[in-house]
């Protein structure tokens, strides 16, 4: 799906004084920053992020260091694009026991990433920045730890029928607001950084900006 793909109206009411940029694909995020009453445009930023990650990891970076890596990178791309406007760049990281995980390609990949989750406590890491005329002018940086019960191999297939192909679009391959939750013992961290955004301290910057009314 291009950017001109992602729709650029939404039903969600909007509070904002100007429209804002997510440079990202993310439907979930889109969705977030939409029903939070900003009114967004997405662009996809064009970023081999595999290709980042494996140069971050070869120099040594922390889980935390690549996520901003990642997401100053996707907001910089587009901010190059549109001056003038609010870019937001954002990603996710998993790190479980010093192993990065990635989305899953297929539904053999998500099995195999479920059983060497199951049992275990992972974090999540979210990282957002805000590029404001060629600038970075915000980022920040939250992490939730999640602990998977153990899954039987046979509740594994069942939950990949039921989920279908949307385990595919998330690390880890689950969706913790939805059939995801199925997975869990114990969730500690904020909801919004769990779906890929730290979107409280975003919308209080916003604010601040007047981009939000205070």
């Not at 059939?179 to 601040?208: E, K, M, N, W, Y």
């Amino acid at each position: 799906m291009s950017s001109e793909d992602i729709p650029s109206a939404s039903l969600a009411p909007v509070l904002a004084t100007q429209p804002v940029v997510l440079a990202s694909g993310s439907a979930t995020r889109l969705s977030m920053l939409r029903h939070a009453g900003l009114e967004v445009v997405a662009h996809r930023p064009g970023v081999d992020e595999d290709e980042v990650k494996l140069s971050c990891k070869a120099a040594g970076l922390t889980v935390e260091e690549t996520a901003e890596a990642l997401a100053e990178l996707k907001a910089s791309r587009v901010a190059a694009k549109v001056p003038g406007a609010y870019v937001i760049g954002a990603d996710q990281m998993l790190e479980c026991e010093g192993r990065w995980f990635d989305k899953p390609e297929n539904r053999q990949a998500a099995a195999e990433q479920l059983r060497a989750l199951s049992g275990r406590t992972h974090r999540l890491v979210t990282t957002a920045v805000l590029f404001h005329n060629n600038s970075r002018v915000w980022h920040q940086t939250d992490q939730a730890k999640l602990t998977m019960r153990p899954l039987s191999d046979a509740f594994i297939q069942r939950y990949l029928d039921a989920a279908g192909d949307a385990v595919l679009t998330s690390v880890g391959g689950y969706q913790l607001e939805g059939l995801g939750a199925q997975l869990f013992s114990r969730v500690a961290g904020d909801h919004f950084t769990i779906l890929g955004l730290p979107l409280l301290p975003l919308l209080s910057f916003l604010r601040v900006r007047g981009v939000l009314p205070d």
